[in-house]
């Protein structure tokens, strides 16, 4: 099941799994994101891979180093693909030999792009060239819209059903966590929650406590008058709010 991306922004040092899947709550298992490493495991998914992965190159352990452990220690390797990010921004995968076709992985300077049961390399090739083409936007906006090349290149042969996003902004909890965990078209969900967190979320987060800021921002004043003003250039704009809430 599955293909992922793996990314770092240049602009924030911001690190990003992204996963779609016709397998349900994809983005519940396969991301393992922390403030400066990330690990994607799928197919037959070891979750310990993510867990044991994230600990241990945040500790300093290279991405080389950590994979090849685990492949020499897990009796069902072959089964299992996995990419992941170290502490330096050096990316590497693995793609078990029974994984199902079509499956691979492709390693890039700034991201990685792993996949199986997929109608073939095309998908993990036309997701990693949207991520290049694409520097311009926003760096969620940008995943989104190359795991939907990717989509349209093919994704996974099965169909579509479920996408996550994680982004953490250097510390141990994410700054985004956003999925379709049953969805007919799930990353376009993903695009649709991505566009709801404008209004609110993203200034709301500017005040979010920190390591360094235990506090954050402990008044509401400056985020009050943000989304204000994310709302009146919205209705000036003409766009209606993409929010499924419902007041009583």
């Not at 300093?60 to 069902?76: I, K, M, N, W």
């Amino acid at each position: 099941m599955t293909w992922s991306l793996i990314a770092k922004n240049p602009e924030d040092g911001a690190i990003a799994v992204i996963v779609a899947s016709r397998f349900f709550a994809c983005g519940a298992v396969v991301p393992f994101v922390g403030p400066t490493v990330a690990v994607a495991s799928q197919a037959f998914c070891n979750p310990v891979w993510g867990t044991e992965g994230r600990r241990r190159m945040a500790a300093g352990e290279s991405a080389q180093a950590v994979l090849a452990d685990f492949a020499l220690r897990d009796q069902g390797q072959a089964i299992r693909q996995a990419h992941m990010m170290d502490a330096e921004g050096r990316f590497v995968a693995h793609t078990g030999a029974d994984c199902v076709d079509w499956a691979g992985h492709l390693l890039a300077e700034d991201h990685s792009v792993a996949g199986n049961m997929l109608t073939g390399p095309e998908v993990i090739e036309a997701t990693s060239a949207a991520y290049k083409d694409n520097a311009d936007l926003p760096f969620a906006e940008r995943l989104i819209v190359a795991m939907q090349a990717g989509e349209a290149a093919g994704g996974d042969k099965r169909g579509r059903q479920a996408a996550g996003l994680v982004i953490h902004r250097g510390q141990e909890h994410a700054w985004l966590d956003i999925r379709a965990d049953d969805h007919a078209n799930p990353l376009g969900e993903l695009a649709r929650l991505w566009e709801v967190a404008q209004e609110r979320y993203v200034h709301f987060s500017k005040g979010m406590p920190t390591a360094e800021k235990f506090s954050g921002l402990p008044t509401r004043e400056g985020i009050d008058a943000d989304i204000a003003a994310a709302e009146a250039r919205r209705i000036a704009e003409g766009r209606p709010s993409k929010s499924q809430a419902v007041d009583y």
